[in-house]
């Protein structure tokens, strides 16, 4: 499976930008997706998960009411919709696939597939 994150960007505080990543493949229905991040200096974090039939999430819980993950399985992408941004959002942010759930927060070991990233700045 091979993943393409884009919508990144520049945005001021308080803006909103919405993050997509698309599956190749036909089995992107049978993975478990998620959004990571990481800032500089700082080691990449769990934002967002969902499930594959995209009924449940997780979320961390400082981000919980500011951003939203979602999925089209027709379209084999999997969205992080991100509101009311703050400059602490600042990082790459990166989309991965996982076959298996543990525990929340999943291990990152868990994910088998990433994507390149996508960088996304807030300014103040």
């Known amino acids: 499976v091979q993943l393409q994150a884009s919508g990144g960007g520049l945005v001021q505080a308080g803006g909103s930008l919405r993050l997509s990543c698309t599956a190749s493949g036909r089995t992107f229905r049978s993975y478990i997706m998620g959004w990571f991040r990481q800032a500089p200096g700082k080691e990449r974090e769990t934002v967002a998960h969902?499930?594959?039939?995209?009924?449940?999430?997780h979320y961390t819980n400082s981000l919980k009411g500011r951003f939203t993950i979602s999925r089209d399985n027709a379209k084999n992408t999997v969205y992080l919709q991100m509101n009311n941004l703050k400059p602490e959002d600042t990082a790459v942010y990166y989309c991965?696939?996982?076959?298996?759930?543990?525990?929340?927060?999943?291990?990152?070991?868990?994910?088998?597939?990433w994507g390149q990233g996508t960088q996304v700045t807030v300014s103040s």
């Open positions: 969902i499930t594959r039939s995209g009924l449940n999430t």
């Open positions: 991965a696939a996982s076959i298996k759930f543990s525990s929340w927060p999943p291990p990152l070991t868990e994910y088998v597939y």
